[in-house]
């Protein structure tokens, strides 16, 4: 399989995203992540217990793409 890695990044933000998404799904189906350390799946979980005790840090999707908006215009 051939691809143009510059043409990868040369994508929109949201295009990324979306490739990012749809890689990630895919790989969830895979063995490869049977092989991610336990640290890194506690970390995972630890940032998720964090996020859901304190909402107010973080943003919606919705405001997270008017940030990225944002800061192309500059």
């Given at each position: 399989m051939a691809?143009?890695?510059?043409?990868?990044?040369?994508?929109?933000?949201?295009?990324?995203?979306?490739?990012?998404?749809?890689?990630?799904?895919?790989?969830?189906?895979?063995?490869?992540?049977?092989?991610?350390?336990?640290?890194?799946?506690?970390?995972?979980?630890?940032?998720?217990?964090?996020?859901?005790?304190?909402?107010?840090?973080?943003?919606?999707?919705?405001?997270?793409?008017?940030?990225?908006?944002?800061?192309?215009?500059?």
């Amino acid at each position: 399989m051939a691809f143009d890695v510059q043409e990868l990044l040369n994508l929109p933000a949201r295009e990324k995203l979306r490739l990012i998404n749809l890689l990630w799904e895919n790989m969830q189906e895979s063995e490869i992540i049977a092989q991610i350390p336990q640290s890194e799946w506690d970390e995972v979980s630890r940032r998720e217990v964090h996020m859901k005790a304190h909402p107010e840090e973080w943003l919606t999707e919705e405001q997270m793409w008017q940030r990225v908006d944002e800061l192309r215009k500059k």
